[in-house]
């Protein structure tokens, strides 16, 4: 399964981007997915995930309210919108799928694949 990321960029405190995550190989619809993101000198931390239908969502309570997860299992897609950005939501955020059991988790070991990241930086 590969995944790869799009959709980071530099904005500034306030704004909003959508990233977007497309899956190719493996069985999408049968993954739940996360997106994660790490700052510099800073653990890889979760950041919202969705189940492999797209019912359940769970988010950190750092971007609660701010951030959307969503899925589109017809394109093999995870999109992570994000609105009223912050200095503190600088860093790679990266999707990462979990093969095992279609319900959401916030714990990154449970992920079996990982996309390469994109940087996301939200300065004035």
């Known amino acids: 399964v590969q995944l790869v990321e799009s959709g980071g960029g530099l904005v500034q405190p306030g704004g909003s981007l959508r990233l977007s995550c497309v899956a190719s190989?493996?069985?999408?619809?049968?993954?739940?997915m996360g997106w994660f993101r790490q700052a510099p000198g800073k653990e890889r931390e979760f950041v919202a995930a969705v189940s492999k239908t797209g019912g359940i969502t769970y988010y950190a309570d750092s971007v609660k309210g701010r951030f959307t997860i969503s899925r589109d299992n017809a394109k093999n897609m995870v999109f992570l919108q994000m609105n009223s950005l912050r200095p503190e939501d600088t860093g790679v955020y990266y999707c990462?799928?979990?093969?095992?059991?279609?319900?959401?988790?916030?714990?990154?070991?449970?992920?079996?694949?990982w996309g390469q990241g994109t940087q996301v930086t939200v300065s004035s």
């Open positions: 190989g493996g069985t999408f619809s049968s993954y739940a």
């Open positions: 990462a799928a979990d093969k095992h059991t279609g319900w959401p988790d916030r714990n990154r070991y449970e992920y079996d694949y």
